[in-house]
């Protein structure tokens, strides 16, 4: 979607040593309508599309279109992913994040955003329990379970199936000495793991690959990456 009169979003990142910090200028990424979403060209790509998947910072733009979305997903059997990304949207933006839970197939999301979900819905600070009472969610597709991804940086990554008792699937530790630039091991964490999904792999191999994915991008500066990945399946 192009708009007239404002800039193309921008964002400047700060690193000090292995950490970071981001100053994003939104500009036209908060222009965005459902209008657009709705003409047949865009239509055309939802219908073909079989996963759908979105970080929370879009409930602070266009929540109408994110929960269009979903709804689509639920309706005829896709699958819908989510990521809290950031604290502040589940402070915030919590009546946003709860409209879409129920259409939600997978939720991401890691240790910080998950105790501060805790304490907005009021199920206390247990990661486990957190994640638990997010799955347990009432869904509206009852085809699928929900899947909660929680991810506690070098810690194992913990996974709560619906209706099932909490998984941690633990990776490999990376040397301290190894780690460049944390920036983007989150999003990589999915992409890897809907590279896999999308494959219908298993949910052990998915969690494998996005953990793999991370611990590539942590590797380099920025969101950079060798050209040739060296992942292996189970």
Not at 77 to 93: G, H, R, S, V
Not at 112 to 139: Q, S
Not at 201 to 216: D, E, I, P, R
């Amino acid at each position: 979607m192009e708009v007239d009169h404002t800039p193309t979003g921008k964002c400047a990142v700060l690193v000090t040593e292995k950490e970071r910090s981001l100053v994003a200028h939104l500009a036209a990424a908060e222009k965005y309508t459902i209008d657009h979403l709705m003409q047949p060209e865009q239509q055309k790509l939802v219908e073909k599309a079989k996963i759908f998947y979105s970080a929370g910072f879009f409930l602070t733009v266009c929540p109408d279109a994110a929960l269009y979305l979903a709804k689509h997903a639920a309706q005829h059997n896709k699958i819908y992913c989510l990521n809290t990304a950031a604290p502040f949207i589940l402070q915030f933006f919590t009546a946003a994040f709860d409209a879409m839970l129920p259409f939600t197939d997978y939720l991401f999301g890691n240790d910080d955003e998950f105790t501060v979900l805790g304490k907005v819905k009021g199920w206390g600070t247990d990661l486990e329990t957190i994640a638990k009472e997010a799955a347990n969610v009432t869904k509206a597709n009852t085809a699928r379970p929900r899947v909660v991804v929680c991810t506690c940086g070098p810690k194992a990554t913990l996974v709560v199936v619906q209706g099932q008792e909490p998984q941690y699937f633990s990776f490999p530790a990376i040397a301290d000495s190894e780690i460049v630039d944390t920036n983007g091991a989150g999003d990589s964490f999915v992409d890897g793991f809907l590279a896999q999904l999308i494959q219908g792999k298993s949910l052990a191999t998915c969690v494998h690959a996005g953990n793999y994915a991370a611990g590539v991008v942590i590797r380099h500066s920025g969101c950079t990456f060798p050209a040739k990945p060296e992942f292996v399946d189970y």
